[in-house]
């Protein structure tokens, strides 16, 4: 079974500050790692994802994560936060099942990115 | 991405009542959907898993005669929750399998009077 934790329920940080989220899993098979972004009342979209390669990422927004297979971290980074980047933040690991071979989600908890102006 | 919409994004009904989600994939085929649940300030929680053509895989816990979940074409799935109650007022999400990833839906907030 794939599991993920996401230590921090809550960041608060200061408007241009630098602020990272931190992201661990666990998994018996390899997976994809992915970062989403939810705004209240709102479904989640996309920030940034791991399917292979180079393991520093690029996402939207001007966020980024590192995956790190020894310490199975996927750290979200993001250098300046802007008042607008106040929102929850799940961190999600995927792997294949099935004869079909879709992948199948598992979610963090979330941590709320509350930045302070 | 692909694009999947909900509908309805809101909807609020009396105890006792039925109400269904609408979850579409617009600009791609998908063989298999997913719906989730989301309670306040809680993290997203795997209901079913929808295949088209099939009957869904509930995980444990969920009560498939009260979230009926239906596939019937490779653009469409719903999720009609039954005999509706208070505690089952939450955020339900879908999402459409694609090759490497998931596309998630905007959501529909459900409140049971």
């Known amino acids: 079974a794939q599991s993920v934790t996401q230590l921090d329920s809550q960041v608060p940080v200061f408007e241009e500050a630098p602020v990272e989220l931190r992201c661990n899993y666990s998994s018996s098979v390899s997976v994809y790692l992915f970062w989403y972004v939810q705004y209240p009342n709102q479904g989640l979209q996309l920030l940034l994802k791991y399917l292979s390669g180079s393991t520093l990422v690029k996402g939207i927004n001007g966020f980024e994560a590192e995956f790190n297979k020894s310490q199975t971290s996927f750290h979200l980074r993001k250098p300046s936060v802007h008042i607008s980047d106040t929102a929850e933040y799940f961190c999600a690991v995927s792997k294949s099942v099935g004869p079909g071979g879709y992948q199948k989600v598992t979610f963090g908890i979330g941590t709320k990115l509350q930045v302070i102006p | 991405g692909a694009v999947v919409s909900q509908h309805p994004s809101w909807v609020i009904c009396k105890s006792g009542t039925s109400v269904k989600i609408e979850c579409r994939s617009l600009?791609?085929?998908?063989?298999?959907m997913f719906w989730y649940r989301q309670f306040p300030k809680q993290s997203l929680m795997l209901m079913a898993t929808?295949?088209?053509?099939?009957?869904?895989?509930?995980e444990q816990g969920v009560e498939k005669d009260k979230f009926l979940i239906n596939h019937a074409s490779l653009t469409l799935s719903t999720l009609t929750v039954t005999s509706a109650h208070p505690e089952d007022s939450s955020f339900y999400i879908c999402?459409?399998?694609?090759?490497?990833?998931?596309?998630f839906g905007p959501g529909t907030r459900l409140t049971v009077l």
């Open positions: 929808s295949n088209e053509g099939s009957k869904a895989t509930y």
């Open positions: 600009d791609f085929q998908a063989t298999t």
């Open positions: 999402s459409a399998s694609g090759q490497n990833e998931q596309f």
